[in-house]
C-alpha cells in the first residue's frame, strides 16, 4: 500500500479525489486532519490560468499541512499545458495531475478532460510536453474510455508511462457514464498488471471496507475517495484504522459533527469571505448531517444559510434536541 510517485512517498496510498468545487484548502485540510495521505486541487484551466484569472489563482492557496499536494491542470494544448504546469510548480505543487477524465460537457465540448481519451495521440503529445516542462512528478487521471465502444484506458496509460508519467488513476468509468452505473474495478485491475508505474484506483470507494476490497481486488498503489469524503472527512483516519489495526473508531458524535461543519465553515470565510463561504456550506452542511435523527427538518434552513453566526443558532438548536433524547 506504498504509493511512490517519482521521489514522494505516501503510506497508505489513500487520497482525496480532486472535486470541483469541494477539494478546496478549507477541506483539504480538514481530510489530511483526519488521516489523508494525498490530497489534490480542485481542476485548474491551463488557460485560465495564463490569462490570470481571479478563479484560477484563488484555486492556488494551500498551506504545507497539505504536502504532498498535487495541483490539477486541465487543457487540450500541449504548449499551453507545458506553461501552466511550469507556473504551478512555480506556485509550489509536489505534483502535477492532468485531467483527462472530467465528463462535464463544458470542458468535454473544447476537447478537453474526457474528451481527450478520443485522440490518444494528443494524449501522448501534453502528457509529454508537460513531462518535459517540469522537473516535479507529473501524474495523469483516466477513465475507462470514452464510451462502452472506445474502451482504451490500457493504450492511454502505457502512452502515458512512455512519457514519464508517474502515477496513473484509473475511475472505473466511461466519460458517458459521468457517475451513473456501478465502477468497474476488473479494468482498474487490467491497468495495474499492464503497467509498472503505480496505479491509484478510483469509483464507488464509500467505506474502509470497500477501501481495502479496493486495494485488494485491483492490486492498486493507491486509493482515491471522492463522494463519500463529502461531509466525512472521518472516512480517512477509519479507513486508516481499518487498514492498519482491522478496527473501526467510533463514528463521530453528534456534537463533534456540529464542530467540524463551523470549522469548515471558519476556514471556509477565511480564504474566501463570510458570504461566499456561507453559499459553499449551504452543500457541506446537509452533507455532514445526512443520516442524523432530525437533520432533514433542518435541511430547508441549511440550504438557505446566509452567516457563520445563523449557522451556529441552528446547529446549537439542533444539538440540544439531539441531546434531549
Ligand atoms: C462534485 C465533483 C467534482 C469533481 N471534480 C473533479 C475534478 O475537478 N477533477 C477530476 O479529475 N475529477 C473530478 N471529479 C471526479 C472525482 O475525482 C472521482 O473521480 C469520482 O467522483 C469517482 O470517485 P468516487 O466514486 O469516490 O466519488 C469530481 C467529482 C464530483 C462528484
Known sequence: MLLEIGSLKVQPGLALAPMAGISNHPFRVLAKEQGCRLVYSEMISARGLLNNSGRSSSLLYFTDQ???????LFGSNPLIMATAAQ????????????????????ITGNREGGALMLDPGLCSEILQSVVNAVSCPVTVKLRMGWDAGNINVTDIARRAEAAGIRAVTVHGRTVKQGYSGKADWEIIRQVKETLSIPVIGNGDVDSPQSAEAMFAFCGCDGVMIGRAARGNPWIFGATLAW???GRLPDPPSTDQIVKMVLKHFSLLSELKGEPAAAREMRRHAPWYLKGLPGAAAIRQ?????????????????????ANQQ
Open 301 to 321: 434552513q441549511l440550504v438557505q444559510i446566509k452567516s457563520f453566526e445563523e449557522t451556529e443558532t441552528i446547529l446549537r438548536d439542533f444539538t440540544a434536541s
Open 66 to 72: 497539505e504536502r504532498p499536494i498535487g495541483f490539477q
Open 243 to 245: 487498514l492498519r489495526e
Open 87 to 106: 507556473n504551478l510548480e512555480q506556485a509550489g505543487a509536489d505534483f502535477i495531475d492532468i485531467n483527462m477524465g472530467c465528463p462535464t460537457r463544458k
